[in-house]
Each structure stands twice: as structure tokens, then as C-alpha cells.
């Protein structure tokens, strides 16, 4: 029998990606809906081209999502929407009782503990995507969470790993969407840039695999050839190796708890020239740093990182501020007190809303800088 995919965000890289294993391997999957932010003409094609029903965030609202989950009879949804936006389509996905396989990192950053309870209480299954995440969850699978003393997540370094803290000042727009390994979005290209996409990828690791921030680390692996490690308590490290090719870890969300033969490229060992390895600069990438402080403080503190980081980021793509400024907006913003525990969807976004408000009041402290 053919598993039912609901793909949300339909037209990014993600959603993209998946639309590419149902095409390939229609005899496994069959796309039972689909919805984008917008780009209805796209979303139109798309539906002619599955069969199936689809919904335009942008034009339909909430509602009409809502609508797509609860008809859309999915074994699995694959939600691949970028930054807060996502948070309540996870949401609904899971009180719907649906499987959810996650690249949303907003809805752990966010929501965890909410998002925990709905998928518990619906009888739902959370399994992530990120390259990240997917290695580090089918190492945990297999070797159990007691038996892991460390997780480490790997890093790319950006397209700025090797430049020095003058020359970051004044890199561009250009620049740092020339990700070396990776084709992604915008926002979380420049996040990869900054490490604050990194960053998020700690706050996840912790609430994801129930781990304190002490027992996460980061290095920095140019190639991303592995895509995490976990150390055993006997001080053996086990890695994840593949090409860097998100449609694995879409893959493997998809099929999982099951290990399926596919059309996928196999990675070469022989053919591998090097693998390198190196400590983050915590100092001239510090949304790295900042991002360890949010996950012990947690509360809204992790909010507050990703929103005002959303701000930041925006407004560098707007060419109001300079690269190095992204960080200087989140930790300015950060210094205010963060400390409430939010209980429900809606106090999040209220939380959300206002830390927007104060990081573009940050924004305005540094008119002084590139415009």
C-alpha cells in the first residue's frame, strides 16, 4: 500500500525535494495534498500534476490549511515551511493525529513542549528531518539514548569559516547566499553563515533527544559528508555518513521505523578525498555561543533567539544593516528578560510579537551602520 505524503511549503527546497522522491518513486508514495505562502500558479501545476488537493497560505489562511490536514487522509506530513510560519501547521498536523516528519525548526525552538504533549496526546509521531537531526535520531534508534554520553552536530562553517573578523564586516548579500555545500533558502543560508542556523540546531538537539546543552557540542566539517556523531558512554564516537542531499533524511523520515532500498546516490568512501574537522569560532560567529545560553535559560529565551535572529537576518537581505550587525540585534535583544513560560500556542506569538518589536527598535539603535 502506498503511503499518503501532505506536503506544506510545497515550493521551497524541502517540499521540493519530496515532490522529487513521490515522482520518482511513485510506486511507494502517493502526494494526497499540498499548500504554499503563496505562488498559487505553482501550487495549481503541482495539484494537476498529484491528483490531489492544495491550499495557498496566502489566499486561503489558516483556514484553509486547516481544511487540507483534516481532509487530506495523510499517513505522513512533511512540513517544510521556513521560519515562524510553521509552528502552526505542525500544530495542526499533529492534533490531527498524523505523523509529522519535521525541517521546521521553529516548531521545536518555539514549542516544544507543546507540540510534545499534542503529538503524545493524538497519538502522532515527530521525526526530524534536518540532516542533523536525522542522523543523530536513527543513532539514538539504534544505540539508545542511555547508552550516548555526548552528541555532536556538524557544521559546515558557511561560506565564511576562513575570513577574519575585519572581513566580515563587510561582506555582502551576495556572499553569503554562496553557501559552498548546501542549496537552501535565503534566511537559512544566512543563518548558515552566521552559525545561527547552528545555533537552532542545539536549542533542537536539546528538547529533540532530551539532552542538557553541556552534553551538545558543534564542529565545524567543511565536506558535511557526516552529519552527526553521538560518543557512547564507553567513549566511542558513531557517525552518520552520506552525500549532503537532504532528500536522505526526507527519505528516511518517510519510510521510517523501515530501512528501504532507493534511487538515491551512495556514498563513496574510495572516492572520498579528505574529511576535515575543527572547532567553531565561537568569538566571530557568536550566535553560536548565544544559542547554548538560550537552551540552559530556556523559557522564552529560545523564542527570543529565533524571532529577533528572523528580524536581523530580514533586514540585512533589506540591505539595513551589516552582516555583523544580525548578531548585534539578537543579543541586544536578548538582554531584556525572557524569562516567562509560555502555556499556549497563542502566548507564544504574543511573546514572538514582541520580541520582533524590540529587536526592530535594536535595528533602529544601529542606524549609524551600512544602509
Known amino acids: 500500500m502506498k503511503k499518503r ?24 508514495f502517493e502526494v494526497c495534498g499540498i499548500s504554499a505562502g503563496k505562488n498559487e500558479e505553482k501550487v495549481k501545476e503541482l495539484c494537476r500534476e498529484f491528483n490531489c488537493k ?46 509529522l516528519a519535521l525541517a521546521n525548526k521553529e516548531t521545536v525552538v518555539m514549542a516544544w513542549n507543546l507540540v510534545k504533549e499534542t503529538a503524545l496526546k493524538n497519538g502522532a509521531r515527530i521525526i526530524p528531518v534536518d540532516s542533523e537531526h536525522s542522523a543523530i ?56 553563515a552566521s552559525l545561527a542556523n547552528k545555533g537552532l540546531e542545539v536549542i533542537e538537539a536539546c528538547r529533540l533527544f532530551d539532552f542538557p546543552p553541556e552534553k551538545v557540542s558543534v564542529v565545524v566539517h567543511p565536506q558535511s559528508l557526516i552529519h552527526s556523531l553521538v560518543r557512547t558512554k564507553d567513549g566511542m564516537l558513531y557517525a552518520q555518513i552520506s552525500n549532503p542531499d537532504m532528500r536522505h533524511p526526507i527519505f528516511g523520515a518517510l519510510v521510517w521505523p523501515e530501512l528501504s532500498e532507493n534511487y538515491l546516490e551512495k556514498f563513496d568512501l574510495a572516492s572520498c578525498k579528505e ?29 527570543a533567539f529565533n524571532a ?22 539578537v543579543i541586544n535583544t536578548l538582554e531584556l528578560d525572557w524569562g516567562t513560560q509560555p502555556v499556549s500556542i497563542e502566548e507564544i506569538f504574543s511573546i514572538d510579537k514582541k520580541v520582533r518589536l524590540e529587536a526592530e527598535r535594536q535595528l533602529a539603535l544601529l542606524s549609524g551602520g551600512i544602509r
Open 5 to 28: 505524503i501532505l506536503v506544506l511549503g510545497c515550493t521551497g527546497s524541502i517540499g521540493s525535494q519530496t515532490l522529487d522522491i513521490a515522482r520518482k518513486m511513485s510506486g511507494s
Open 54 to 99: 492544495g491550499t495557498v497560505f496566502s489566499k486561503d489562511g489558516i483556514e484553509g490549511l486547516e481544511k487540507l490536514i483534516k481532509e487530506s487522509k495523510a499517513d505522513i506530513a512533511v512540513n517544510g515551511i521556513a521560519g515562524a510560519a510553521g509552528l502552526k501547521p505542525s500544530a495542526l498536523v499533529l492534533e490531527n493525529g498524523i505523523d
Open 137 to 192: 535520531f536513527n543513532l539514538v534508534q539504534k544505540i539508545g539514548s542511555k547508552n550516548i554520553s555526548e552528541i555532536i552536530i556538524t557544521a559546515s562553517g558557511g561560506p565564511f569559516r576562513n575570513l577574519s573578523d575585519e572581513e566580515l564586516k563587510t561582506v555582502s548579500i551576495e556572499d553569503a547566499l554562496k553557501h559552498p555545500t548546501w542549496s537552501m533558502g535565503p534566511k537559512i543560508t544566512i543563518d548558515s
Open 275 to 303: 574529511m576535515t574537522f575543527s572547532a567553531p569560532r565561537f568569538d566571530s560567529f557568536p550566535l553560536l555561543k548565544t544559542a547554548f545560553s538560550c537552551a540552559k535559560k530556556g523559557a522564552s529565551y529560545t523564542i
Open 308 to 329: 529577533a535572529n528572523e528580524i536581523a537576518v530580514q533586514a540585512f537581505l533589506e540591505k539595513k544593516c551589516a552582516f555583523t550587525d544580525i548578531a548585534k540585534i
